[in-house]
């Protein structure tokens, strides 16, 4: 009588929003039948997240199959049709951690050096080498072209008497400086690496070529030196793999030797030691590509573990941020985001600093402070199912198990929709609070839909089932306080006089 008295009192008919059939929760005449069918608040905000109501069905399916296996499938089917969120936890999802973890695994060198990782290699030796250095060659060049084009204007030298000279080093220069202009647009460079490698070689073999013939005396000796600048040049900073590299050196040392072989034994055949110097000119030549090809294995070498070590610390960075997000999500599970941060705040000082006098850091207790809050103006809600016991004996432990579990997902599921905040399941008891921890003026009302949603789901389970089962629900409204106890487990609860109210408010209504 007391908990018939206090709900009509807590939740008038006048009360504006409250749900037609409110009073069905405590009263004695409880109706069977859903009170809302013809409320156009319920019709507006329930339907677009409400399904073909087949929750029961599911459930109690687990009795008649009894084969777990059809029953997970059934209920993801289920699930995907209502639009809720049980496909999303019964069914596997991509999350970020999961994402991270492909790309770690595209990370990963293939066979042979192939694959995603080899792709992601060679964009790191773009950017880390090649550029860089392509780059630092054609400024060099510039400059050496813009200078020989001022030192032979400024010397006041014959134009006509060097044509060919000043022609070659305008265009290598221009050469040069567009070459330099292309490399610094990144889709050019990525895409025309190979040909912005051979503009480069070709315009300094013809420099080398117009500075040997354009002198009075042609020698053996001529520009050797800057032929093994062409060679060395085409290992160590043009971007081009060892085989290229390879290819063009020894065009360029052949192309040197054969070509002043052939001009000084046509025209000055009188040179005994051509043979000799010729031959000097060769071993030069091929020291010098042997340094260059040792030099650039050694190079890719070392940048290989260079980015196997970045990419190690990367994995190790990425791996330590998934599992910090999996604690976060998991103390969120347990505890509030308000006292979660709070706790985690002092904790993480308390390991940076210890306090003097305070405890140590490796100290069993968790925390030391109290997080007790004060609140009012909530609502507290529990709900019992009645016949439990007869529904556990007709299942076995694991067929028990998994209804529960899918039973208590739907009222988690409800109690996000009607704002309300689970505090603990004990046993088959579900105790709930709406105005927590942020205040909400319809907290009232919201544990009251909450009450008429477990009603008709658990109508639904013994419509399925055939066992007679049925809901208990007890909600009363007033001030809690709530908080953190425990020095090893951590245990979110609120208390007051008014929870205690509640409690027996559940206790001793009639179930329907």
Request: proline share 4%.
């Amino acid at each position: 009588g007391q908990a018939g008295t206090n709900s009509r009192k807590l939740f008038p008919r006048s009360h504006p929003g409250l749900p037609a059939g409110a009073e069905a929760l405590m009263s004695p005449t409880a109706r069977s039948e859903d009170p809302r069918p013809e409320n156009p608040r319920w019709h507006r905000e329930r339907e677009g997240h409400r399904g073909s109501g087949h929750e029961g069905e599911e459930l109690g399916g687990v009795l008649a199959r009894r084969d777990l296996s059809q029953v997970q499938r059934d209920l993801r089917k289920e699930g995907r049709k209502e639009g809720t969120r049980d496909d999303l936890r019964l069914s596997p999802h991509v999350g970020r951690g999961e994402m991270a973890g492909e790309a770690r695994g595209g990370w990963t060198r293939g066979k042979g050096g192939r694959g995603p990782g080899e792709h992601l290699y060679q964009l790191y030796h773009q950017v880390s080498q090649q550029f860089p250095l392509l780059v630092s060659l054609l400024l060099v060049t510039s400059a050496a072209s813009l200078a020989l084009i001022i030192l032979f204007f400024s010397r006041g030298m014959v134009f006509r008497e060097s044509v060919a000279f000043v022609v070659v080093a305008i265009v290598g220069l221009l050469v040069f400086v567009g070459s330099l202009g292309l490399a610094c647009s990144e889709r050019v460079f990525s895409r025309g690496m190979k040909a912005l490698s051979l503009l480069t070689w070709a315009a300094l073999v013809t420099l080398g070529y117009v500075f040997i013939f354009e002198s009075p005396v042609v020698s053996a000796w001529d520009q050797v030196y800057f032929f093994l600048f062409i060679t060395f040049s085409v290992y160590t900073m043009l971007p081009l793999g060892v085989r290229d590299a390879v290819i063009l050196s020894s065009l360029s040392s052949l192309s040197h030797l054969v070509a002043l072989s052939v001009y000084l034994s046509r025209y000055r055949p009188t040179q005994a030691l051509l043979p000799h110097q010729l031959l000097a000119n060769a071993v030069l030549f091929v020291c010098v590509s042997a340094l260059g090809v040792y030099q650039k294995l050694q190079m890719e070498r070392a940048l290989r573990k260079t980015f196997k070590d970045t990419l190690n610390c990367l994995e190790s960075r990425m791996k330590l941020e998934s599992e910090k997000r999996q604690q976060d999500h998991l103390l969120l599970s347990v505890l509030p985001v308000y006292i979660a941060l709070e706790m985690k705040a002092e904790i993480m000082d308390r390991l940076r600093v210890p306090r003097e006098g305070g405890p140590h850091p490796d100290t069993p207790n968790n925390f030391h402070n109290l997080y007790i809050k004060h609140h009012r103006h909530v609502s507290i809600l529990y709900a019992d199912i009645v016949g439990f016991t007869r529904l556990a004996s007709e299942c076995s432990p694991k067929e028990l198990v998994l209804m529960l579990n899918e039973l208590f997902g739907k009222f988690d599921q409800i109690a996000k929709e009607n704002e309300c905040m689970r505090i603990k399941i004990l046993g088959d008891c579900y105790h709930c609070v709406s105005g927590l921890p942020v205040s909400l003026p319809t907290h009232a009302t919201s544990c009251v839909w909450m009450g008429l949603d477990m009603c008709r789901v658990v109508r639904k389970l013994r419509g399925a089932t055939g066992v007679d089962i049925n809901m208990r629900v007890g909600v009363h409204s007033g001030n809690v306080l709530c908080g953190v106890l425990g020095l090893q487990k951590w245990q979110y609860d609120v208390w007051s006089h008014d929870v205690t109210l509640a409690n027996r408010m559940e206790a001793r209504g009639v179930p329907g």
